[in-house]
Protein backbone atom coordinates (compact mmCIF):
# COMPACT_ATOMS: atom_id res chain seq x y z
CA UNK A 1 0.00 0.00 0.00
CA UNK A 2 1.14 3.75 -1.03
CA UNK A 3 2.28 6.04 2.28
CA UNK A 4 -0.08 8.48 2.83
CA UNK A 5 1.37 11.87 3.88
CA UNK A 6 1.33 13.38 6.91
CA UNK A 7 -1.56 15.33 8.16
CA UNK A 8 -0.90 18.37 9.92
CA UNK A 9 -1.80 18.00 13.73
CA UNK A 10 -4.81 18.09 15.10
CA UNK A 11 -4.05 21.28 16.62
CA UNK A 12 -3.49 22.95 13.18
CA UNK A 13 -6.78 20.63 11.99
CA UNK A 14 -8.49 22.62 14.55
CA UNK A 15 -7.42 26.24 13.86
CA UNK A 16 -8.14 26.38 10.44
CA UNK A 17 -11.33 23.77 9.86
CA UNK A 18 -14.87 23.25 11.21
CA UNK A 19 -16.65 19.87 10.52
CA UNK A 20 -20.04 20.29 9.33
CA UNK A 21 -22.55 17.67 8.78
CA UNK A 22 -23.27 17.26 5.73
CA UNK A 23 -27.27 16.60 4.48
CA UNK A 24 -27.99 14.04 1.60
CA UNK A 25 -28.64 16.69 -0.66
CA UNK A 26 -25.80 18.61 -0.47
CA UNK A 27 -23.36 15.42 -1.37
CA UNK A 28 -20.75 16.46 -3.77
CA UNK A 29 -21.53 20.34 -2.72
CA UNK A 30 -20.49 20.51 0.66
CA UNK A 31 -16.92 18.57 1.88
CA UNK A 32 -17.99 18.45 5.67
CA UNK A 33 -15.31 20.54 6.18
CA UNK A 34 -15.41 24.64 6.49
CA UNK A 35 -12.94 26.84 7.07
CA UNK A 36 -12.43 28.80 10.16
CA UNK A 37 -10.16 31.51 8.12
CA UNK A 38 -9.08 33.43 5.42
CA UNK A 39 -7.15 31.47 3.19
CA UNK A 40 -4.86 32.52 0.10
CA UNK A 41 -7.52 33.20 -3.21
CA UNK A 42 -10.95 32.73 -2.76
CA UNK A 43 -11.14 30.72 0.33
CA UNK A 44 -13.09 32.54 2.71
CA UNK A 45 -13.77 31.86 6.20
CA UNK A 46 -16.86 30.16 6.61
CA UNK A 47 -16.83 28.62 2.96
CA UNK A 48 -16.36 24.83 1.99
CA UNK A 49 -13.41 23.56 2.25
CA UNK A 50 -11.90 21.76 -0.64
CA UNK A 51 -12.44 20.85 -3.88
CA UNK A 52 -13.68 18.03 -5.41
CA UNK A 53 -11.88 16.07 -7.70
CA UNK A 54 -11.44 12.78 -9.94
CA UNK A 55 -9.85 9.86 -8.34
CA UNK A 56 -7.09 8.65 -9.81
CA UNK A 57 -7.32 4.74 -9.51
CA UNK A 58 -11.13 5.08 -10.56
CA UNK A 59 -12.62 7.41 -12.99
CA UNK A 60 -16.30 6.19 -11.39
CA UNK A 61 -15.08 8.09 -8.45
CA UNK A 62 -15.01 11.51 -6.66
CA UNK A 63 -13.23 12.83 -3.95
CA UNK A 64 -12.79 16.21 -2.01
CA UNK A 65 -9.69 17.17 -1.43
CA UNK A 66 -7.82 20.14 0.73
CA UNK A 67 -4.76 22.27 0.87
CA UNK A 68 -3.16 23.05 4.19
CA UNK A 69 0.09 24.48 4.67
CA UNK A 70 0.80 23.53 0.42
CA UNK A 71 -0.14 19.53 0.62
CA UNK A 72 -3.07 18.13 -0.54
CA UNK A 73 -5.25 15.51 2.08
CA UNK A 74 -8.47 14.07 1.79
CA UNK A 75 -11.32 15.66 3.54
CA UNK A 76 -12.32 12.29 4.69
CA UNK A 77 -9.41 11.49 6.18
CA UNK A 78 -9.09 15.28 7.91
CA UNK A 79 -12.23 14.70 9.13
CA UNK A 80 -11.55 10.99 10.67
CA UNK A 81 -8.28 12.14 12.73
CA UNK A 82 -10.43 15.69 13.86
CA UNK A 83 -13.70 13.50 15.20
CA UNK A 84 -11.46 10.70 16.18
CA UNK A 85 -7.85 11.76 17.79
CA UNK A 86 -6.76 9.02 15.29
CA UNK A 87 -3.38 10.31 13.55
CA UNK A 88 -2.66 7.38 11.97
CA UNK A 89 -0.72 8.29 8.96
CA UNK A 90 -0.42 5.15 6.50
CA UNK A 91 -4.25 4.24 6.50
CA UNK A 92 -6.88 4.00 4.05
CA UNK A 93 -10.55 5.97 5.72
CA UNK A 94 -13.33 3.40 4.51
CA UNK A 95 -16.77 5.40 3.23
CA UNK A 96 -18.94 2.41 4.94
CA UNK A 97 -22.14 3.32 2.76
CA UNK A 98 -19.63 3.34 -0.49
CA UNK A 99 -20.30 6.87 -1.43
CA UNK A 100 -17.12 9.06 -1.57
CA UNK A 101 -19.23 12.20 -1.36
CA UNK A 102 -20.34 11.05 2.23
CA UNK A 103 -18.06 12.31 4.72
CA UNK A 104 -20.10 12.50 7.46
CA UNK A 105 -18.49 11.38 10.61
CA UNK A 106 -20.78 8.70 11.42
CA UNK A 107 -19.95 7.25 7.75
CA UNK A 108 -15.92 7.10 7.95
CA UNK A 109 -13.95 3.92 9.24
CA UNK A 110 -10.07 3.42 9.72
CA UNK A 111 -8.94 0.75 7.38
CA UNK A 112 -5.27 -0.03 7.87
CA UNK A 113 -4.53 -2.92 5.52
CA UNK A 114 -6.68 -1.76 3.16
CA UNK A 115 -8.63 -4.80 3.33
CA UNK A 116 -12.48 -3.19 4.64
CA UNK A 117 -11.67 -0.94 1.18
CA UNK A 118 -11.35 -4.35 -1.02
CA UNK A 119 -14.18 -5.86 0.96
CA UNK A 120 -16.88 -3.08 0.76
CA UNK A 121 -16.89 -2.60 -3.14
CA UNK A 122 -20.24 -2.67 -5.28
CA UNK A 123 -21.39 -4.53 -8.18
CA UNK A 124 -18.58 -3.95 -10.66
CA UNK A 125 -19.46 -1.70 -13.62
CA UNK A 126 -19.00 -4.22 -16.38
CA UNK A 127 -20.72 -7.23 -13.93
CA UNK A 128 -22.95 -8.70 -16.52
CA UNK A 129 -24.62 -11.41 -14.13
CA UNK A 130 -25.97 -8.80 -11.98
CA UNK A 131 -24.40 -11.07 -9.13
CA UNK A 132 -21.18 -9.94 -7.61
CA UNK A 133 -18.61 -12.47 -7.34
CA UNK A 134 -20.45 -14.83 -9.94
CA UNK A 135 -19.68 -14.65 -13.99
CA UNK A 136 -20.81 -16.84 -16.85
CA UNK A 137 -17.77 -18.86 -18.36
CA UNK A 138 -18.93 -19.07 -22.16
CA UNK A 139 -16.20 -22.27 -22.93
CA UNK A 140 -18.17 -24.37 -20.14
CA UNK A 141 -21.35 -23.04 -20.54
CA UNK A 142 -21.43 -22.87 -16.32
CA UNK A 143 -21.20 -19.94 -13.97
CA UNK A 144 -18.16 -19.40 -12.18
CA UNK A 145 -18.08 -18.45 -8.48
CA UNK A 146 -14.89 -16.73 -7.28
CA UNK A 147 -13.64 -13.74 -4.58
CA UNK A 148 -10.79 -11.98 -4.10
CA UNK A 149 -8.92 -12.99 -0.88
CA UNK A 150 -5.74 -11.34 0.03
CA UNK A 151 -5.58 -9.01 -3.08
CA UNK A 152 -6.02 -12.69 -4.90
CA UNK A 153 -9.00 -14.29 -7.38
CA UNK A 154 -9.83 -17.41 -5.78
CA UNK A 155 -12.00 -19.91 -7.64
CA UNK A 156 -15.17 -21.58 -5.42
CA UNK A 157 -15.93 -23.56 -8.99
CA UNK A 158 -18.48 -23.67 -11.86
CA UNK A 159 -22.05 -24.23 -11.41
CA UNK A 160 -24.85 -24.85 -13.68
CA UNK A 161 -27.45 -23.12 -11.27
CA UNK A 162 -26.53 -19.23 -10.61
CA UNK A 163 -28.13 -19.38 -7.45
CA UNK A 164 -25.90 -21.68 -6.29
CA UNK A 165 -22.84 -20.38 -7.75
CA UNK A 166 -24.31 -17.05 -5.65
CA UNK A 167 -24.99 -19.12 -2.49
CA UNK A 168 -21.36 -20.45 -2.26
CA UNK A 169 -19.47 -17.08 -2.85
CA UNK A 170 -21.89 -16.08 0.25
CA UNK A 171 -21.18 -18.29 2.30
CA UNK A 172 -16.70 -17.98 1.64
CA UNK A 173 -17.35 -14.46 2.78
CA UNK A 174 -19.38 -15.32 5.52
CA UNK A 175 -16.45 -17.82 6.37
CA UNK A 176 -13.97 -15.08 5.82
CA UNK A 177 -16.17 -12.57 7.99
CA UNK A 178 -16.55 -10.31 5.57
CA UNK A 179 -20.04 -9.73 6.38
CA UNK A 180 -19.32 -8.35 9.74
CA UNK A 181 -16.34 -6.33 7.41
CA UNK A 182 -19.80 -4.43 5.48
CA UNK A 183 -19.76 -6.67 2.62
CA UNK A 184 -23.56 -7.07 1.49
CA UNK A 185 -24.35 -10.50 1.14
CA UNK A 186 -25.87 -11.35 -2.28
CA UNK A 187 -29.73 -11.51 -2.27
CA UNK A 188 -30.96 -15.09 -3.69
CA UNK A 189 -34.13 -14.43 -3.50
CA UNK A 190 -34.31 -11.56 -6.30
CA UNK A 191 -31.59 -13.90 -8.72
CA UNK A 192 -32.96 -15.19 -11.60
CA UNK A 193 -32.11 -18.07 -12.91
CA UNK A 194 -33.22 -19.97 -15.58
CA UNK A 195 -31.44 -23.59 -15.41
CA UNK A 196 -33.15 -26.67 -15.39
CA UNK A 197 -32.87 -27.09 -11.53
CA UNK A 198 -34.67 -23.66 -11.47
CA UNK A 199 -37.19 -23.55 -14.45
Known amino acids: MKAKRALPTIERLNELLEI?????????????????????????????????QQATTNPERKDWIVGIDGVRHLASRIIYCMTTGDETVNAEVDHIDRNSLNNNAQNLRLDIDGLIQAVNRSKRRNNTSGVVGVCWNKSSGKWIASVQENRKRKHLGYFVCKIEAARVVNEKWIELGWDKKGRELNDLESIVCNCKNCK
Open 20 to 52: VEIPEEKYGIWSGLVWKVDRTGTARAGSVAGTL
